[in-house]
C-alpha cells in the first residue's frame, strides 16, 4: 500500500492532490523550484523539497531531481499531476526503475497514446473514425507544404507530441504557409522537444467531446461518461462541462463504447481522456491525453467519484472498487478557468503581485493555487484557480457559476473575469448552441463591458479611496491633511473645476476635480464632465460603503501609489493614477522605439542594424508563459539599434529595438 507521496508539480493541482492524500492517510510531499519556494503549494503541503531553478527544465521537468526528491524523503510513489512530466514515458519508466510507483500509465501506454501520430494508429486499428489527413508525423517542413498544398484547405498543423493547444496552426492560404510550419514546429520543439507535425483537415463548427475512462491494466476499462469542451479560444478550454447534453442517447453510446475499446486495446492501466469532434451524426477522434485532466472536477461532480483516489487505487494495484454499471451520473456541472491575462490585449499573459483574492461560498467549488500576496510569474501557466458549479440542470448550474464569477474578486493583475463574466451570459452559451468556433467569432466583436453600476460613478469611488489612503500628511493643503474628510469649501460651485489627476482603464480616462466637502462628509466631485456626490465609509478590510444620494453601494477595494482596484455591484475595474494632467510636448523621446509587450525571454532576433524594414515586418520572436509572440514593426524604417539578443531576458516594456521611421 502506497503511505507517501511526491507530488511532482505545482500550483493548484499539487493542492488538490494533496487533499485527497490527507483524506486517505497518505503522507504528502512536495518539490518546487526557486520561483515558488514561498508558493500556495508548498504552504499547502508543508514537507517540501527544492529541486532547482526557476524555469521548468532546471526543476519540474529534471527527471533525475524528481526522482531523488522522492527517494530523499522516502516516499513510495509520484504523482505527476498534469502537465510537465505526466505523459512522459521516460519519466514512467525511471520512476518505475527506481523502484517507485508511477501514479499514471505505463510507459508504453504513453508513448502510444502520447503521441498524436501514434495514438491515431491506435484508433484506426480500434475501428475508431479518424480525421482525414497524414499517415503519420513529419518532421520535413518541404514534405509538410507538399502534404498542405495536396489537401483541400483549411487545414490544422499539430505538433504530434503536444496537447493543450500548443504547436497548433490552421493554414487557411498558401503566402504564408512556410512561415506557419516553422512556427508550428518551432513552438513544439520548445513546449514537447519533438518538433514533428501531424496534418489533418480542419473541421469546422463541430463540438468538442471528451471520455473519461479509466483502466486496471489488467484489461478492464470503464468510462466515467463524458465532457463538453467546444468554448475554446486558441485550441485551449476556457469553459468545461458534464455531461455534453447536446448528444442524443445513441451517439453517446457509442462516443463511450469507442473511447474504451481504445482503452482495452493497449491495456490501459489509469485515468485517461479520449476526445472526439462530433459533427452532426458524425464523430471523429482527436487525441488521446493518458493523465488526469485540468477539468476533472466536472467529472467528480456528476459521479461522486474522487478521480485522485481513483488513480492511486490503480496505481497500486486495488482496482476500481466498483463495476461499469455501478457508475451514475446525476445533475450537471461547469468550470471556468480564471487567468492572469489581459483580454484587451489579445489575452497576453500577465504578470504580477496578487494585491486580493477572494472567492464566495455558496454554490462554487474553487480550486486554487494562489493567494493574497502571491506572485504570478512568467516561468509557468498563469491559471489563478478553476470555479466550478453545480445543479440539478444546465441552467442551475450556469445561473450559479455566473453569480460565482460576479462575487469573485481578483485585484493586482490582469485577469479574464470580466470576460467570463460576458461569456456566460452570452446568448449561445446560455441556449448550449455552442461549438468549437464559437469563441473565435464572438472575440471579433467582443469588447471589455461594464455592468449596472456607471462608470462615472465606479471612477468617483476610486478617486475618493486613493485621495483618502494617499495623501501627503501634514500638509497645508486640506485635501492632503491628516484628516481629509473635514467640513469647508475647496471654491465656489461657479468656479471651473481644477482637475487635480486622472484614472486610466485601457483606452478610457476620467478626469478628477474636488469641489467640496460637507460636515457629514459628502463629497462633491466632476468625473470628466460629471458632477457626482457620495459619502465613502470604511466598513472593515479593504470594504466601503460608498453612500450616494440615491442608492447605497458595498464596494471592495484597494488603492496602491499609482494603481486602485474596484469591485462593486459585481463589476470590477482596474485604474491607473495619473497624479498630475499634463499636455504632451512635443513627440515622445520612445516614438520610434519598439518595446517588449511582457516579461520573456528573446527567442529569436530576425533583423540587425542597418536592415529595412515595411510595416508589419517580423522583427523579434520571445516566449513567456509557454506562449511564443512575435513582435513586429509598426512604422517602415531603418534599423537603428538591436538592443537583445537570442537568450535574453525582458522586462515588460523594455526597448528591444530601435527603428528610424520613415
Known sequence: MIKRILIANRGEIACR???????????????????????????????????????????????????????????????????????????????????????????????????????????????????????????????????????ELPVMLKAAAGGGGKGMRIISDLPSLESDISSAMSEALRSFSDEALLIEKCIYNARHVEVQIAGDGEGNVVHLFERECSLQRRHQKVVEEAPAIFLRLEQREKLLEAACRLGKQINFRGLGTVEFLVLGDDYYFLEVNPRLQVEHPVTESITGLDLVELQIRIAQGSGFGFRQEEVSASGHAIEVRLYAESPEQNFMPATGTIELVKFPDEHLRVESGVDSGDEISAYYDPMVAKLIATGENRNQALERLQKGVDETILFGVDNNRNFLQQLLRHNEVVEDKIDTGTLDRWLADYADGKGSLEAEKQAAIAAILWLNQHRKSGSLNPWEGADIFSYWALRSPNDKPIYTFSLIENEDEWKIAFLNIDEQGLVALMVNDQRIELRLKAQGDDSWMAEFPEAHIPVTAIATTEQLYIHALSQQSSYRVEQVVRDKQGEAAGANSVMAPMMGEIIKVIIKEGDSVEEGDLLIVMESMKMQLQIEAVKAGTVTNVLCKAGDNVARGEVVVEVDAE
Request: glycine fraction near 10%; proline fraction near 4%; charged fraction near 25%.
Open 17 to 151: 492532490i494533496t487533499r485527497t492524500c490527507r483524506k486517505l492517510g497518505i503522507d504528502a510531499v512536495g518539490v518546487y523550484s526557486t520561483a515558488d519556494s514561498q508558493g500556495r503549494h508548498v504552504r499547502e503541503i508543508g514537507h517540501s523539497v527544492a529541486i532547482g531553478g526557476a524555469s521548468a527544465a532546471d526543476s519540474y521537468l529534471n527527471i533525475d531531481k524528481v526522482i531523488a526528491a522522492a527517494k530523499a524523503t522516502n516516499c513510495d510513489a509520484i504523482h505527476p499531476g498534469y502537465g510537465f512530466l505526466s505523459e512522459n514515458p521516460d519519466f514512467a519508466e525511471a520512476v518505475e526503475g527506481a523502484g517507485l510507483i508511477f501514479i499514471g500509465p505505463r510507459a508504453d501506454s504513453l508513448r502510444r497514446f502520447g503521441d498524436k501520430s501514434a495514438a491515431k494508429k491506435e484508433a484506426i486499428n480500434a475501428d475508431v473514425p479518424v480525421i482525414p489527413g497524414s499517415d503519420g508525423k513529419l518532421s520535413d517542413p518541404v514534405e509538410i507544404a507538399k502534404i498542405v498544398k495536396s489537401m
